[in-house]
């Protein structure tokens, strides 16, 4: 079992930055890929990046390349850096984790989510 709790949503201008952490318990924690999914209101929940346990492995949606960052501390955290932020990047941020071998944007792949952080990008 793996528990994930968000942090670090908040408000930001566009063009801004911010740096989402999830804080992942439970001992196989090291052997899953994570990954970080995105809802917008009224819209269905979208990849946004993922990588490996290995940390050999980065993926990453096609709107966010060059902007979000995702990486990982050994043993319990990972990140989303979001730097240029952009007011189409306004959602709920959600954490994952799953037992696959390389990080995959495939929703079904991840067995645990976190609850989510807001984050809210102003024009």
């Known amino acids: 079992q793996v528990q994930l709790v968000e942090s670090g949503g908040g408000l930001v201008q566009a063009g801004g930055s911010l740096r989402l952490s999830c804080a992942a318990s439970?001992?196989?924690?090291?052997?899953?890929?994570m990954g970080w999914f995105r809802q917008a209101p009224g819209k269905e929940r979208e990849f946004v990046a993922a990588?490996?346990?290995?940390?050999?492995?980065t993926a990453y949606a096609n709107s966010v390349k060059g902007r979000f960052t995702i990486s990982r501390e050994d043993k319990s955290t990972v990140y989303l850096q979001l730097n240029s932020l952009k007011p189409e990047d306004t959602a709920v941020y959600y954490c994952?984790?799953?037992?696959?071998?390389?990080?995959?944007?495939?929703?079904?792949?991840?067995?645990?989510w976190g609850q989510g952080t807001q984050v809210t990008v102003s024009s």
């Open positions: 990588i490996s346990w290995s940390n050999s492995n």
């Open positions: 994952a984790a799953g037992s696959v071998v390389g990080p995959t944007d495939r929703y079904e792949a991840y067995d645990f």
């Open positions: 439970g001992r196989t924690f090291r052997r899953y890929t």
